[in-house]
């Protein structure tokens, strides 16, 4: 996967333009033991962030736009699954950052049927 952002300041918010790629091959028994099918999946892309910094916090929230598609090989008649669209989200967060580690905590939801936390930490060697 891929993910770049840029990030630039309007005293005293922060604005973040963000996309991100991820692609994935899954080849393996999936619909019967001993078979080899192939499951393809990818998911792509972009949102927008706004943060207020508090002290050593910033809290943020933003929008996006994504599609995902997948694609699955059944090995034992070649039959071809296919799946996909485009979904909309919205993001809240707080993130705090020192001089060499950041953590951010974030939940992420979308229209109709995801929603999920996010904790992830950085440090700078």
């Given amino acids: ?69 997948t694609k699955q090989t059944v090995a034992s008649d070649g039959a071809r699954l296919e799946a996909g669209g485009a979904y909309m989200y919205l993001l809240a967060g707080v993130g705090v950052e020192g001089e060499d580690f950041a ?4 939940q992420s939801r979308t229209e109709d049927f995801l929603s999920h936390f996010i904790l992830a930490g950085s440090y700078s060697f």
């Fill in 1 to 69: 996967g891929l993910e770049t952002g840029y990030r630039f300041a309007l005293a005293p918010l922060q604005l973040e333009l963000r996309g991100f790629f991820l692609s994935a091959e899954i080849e393996g028994p999936i619909t019967e033991r001993g078979s080899s099918d192939l499951f393809e999946f990818s998911n792509r892309g972009a949102d927008i962030r706004a943060g207020y910094p508090l002290g050593a916090f910033r809290l943020y929230g933003g929008v996006g736009r994504g599609e995902t598609q």
């Fill in 103 to 106: 953590f951010t905590l974030e």
